[in-house]
């Protein structure tokens, strides 16, 4: 399961508004990054074999495959001075980068 904040829901709302044809938000996992994966984040639709999470009416996305190192995170979206922009606080993460856009999954979530 994916947790979706209030702010994170009012944030997607607010962008799929300014994104026509796009119905969510799309989140997945590939390898890459700093830490040997990375988020990746972006809007788009609903595609097969997807998980469908809501909130507020605002929908996210995620494959079966990323759902595994993804499962039990929260989606949220921050707007201060250091920048904007969702973000995911993942309990199957080990170690993150500075940046928070990638991860060193833990053992568990790779063996799924």
Not at 13 to 40: F, I, M, S, T, W
Request: charged share 20%; hydrophobic share 35%; aromatic share 6%.
């Amino acid at each position: 399961m994916i947790h979706v904040t209030d702010a994170a829901a009012d944030a997607l709302n607010e962008l799929l508004q300014a994104k026509p044809g796009a119905a969510g938000l799309r989140l997945g996992v590939e390898k890459g990054g700093c830490a040997g994966q990375q988020y990746v984040i972006e809007a788009g639709c609903e595609r097969p074999g997807d998980m469908v999470f809501s909130h507020l009416g605002a929908k996210v996305f995620v494959d079966g495959e990323s759902l595994a190192y993804l499962d039990g995170s929260t989606l949220h979206h921050e707007d201060g001075l250091t920048g904007a922009g969702f973000r995911i606080q993942n309990p199957r993460a080990t170690r993150s980068c500075g940046c928070g856009t990638s991860f060193e999954p833990s053992r568990e979530s790779a063996v799924r």
